[in-house]
């Protein structure tokens, strides 16, 4: 009986670091998504976009080192929901602010293509930690991997013009990133 109550304590440890990793990564998601459509309709300039994707790439970055254990402790998961808040209403103010952009252009079509393929990976990576295909330790990796790009997303629009040169440098972090999330989703290692 002891040793049921102790298997099924550790379990319910691990399920639940694994909700709260998921409820990070959900947020990331809905950030993206946010970003995206702020750019989709103008209410967002590129360089807007830009800085808030250099925050989101500092928030992955601490989740990844967070993470790097397995687990997030209470006060962890406290510092990401402050920074995730903050990240939000940041979106919120640029939003609406009076500066706007045309979704049109060359530059922001690229920007919108750049953040919704993170969103897209994003997704991946909350979808392989609730299906248990990805450890909280492969998830910190992958998040860690979210910020490079997110990083190099935020220093090519940092002028307000993405050019074609610095998208093919994005899309090529984009790739690697891809790749690096397929494997750790299919690499038999599970929870």
Known sequence: MKRLIIVSAVGA???GAALAQQGTVQRDVN?????EQGLQSGQLNTKEASKLEGEEARIQRQQSRDLKDGS??????????????QASRDINRLENNKATGNPASASSQRMQADVQRNANQQARIEQ????GSMTNREAA????????????????????HVGKGEQRHVQAA????????????HNDVQK
Do not use: D, M, T, W
């Open 31 to 35: 950030q993206q998504n946010r970003i």
């Open 72 to 85: 997030l402790s209470p006060a962890e998961k406290q510092r990401l929901a402050r920074e995730q808040n």
């Open 128 to 131: 392989g930690l609730k299906s």
């Open 13 to 15: 440890l691990f399920s």
């Open 141 to 160: 990796r992958a998040e860690k991997g979210q910020a490079r790009v997110e990083h190099a997303e935020a220093k090519a629009g940092r002028n307000g």
């Open 174 to 185: 984009e790739n690697r990133q891809s790749q690096r999330v397929y494997r750790e989703k």
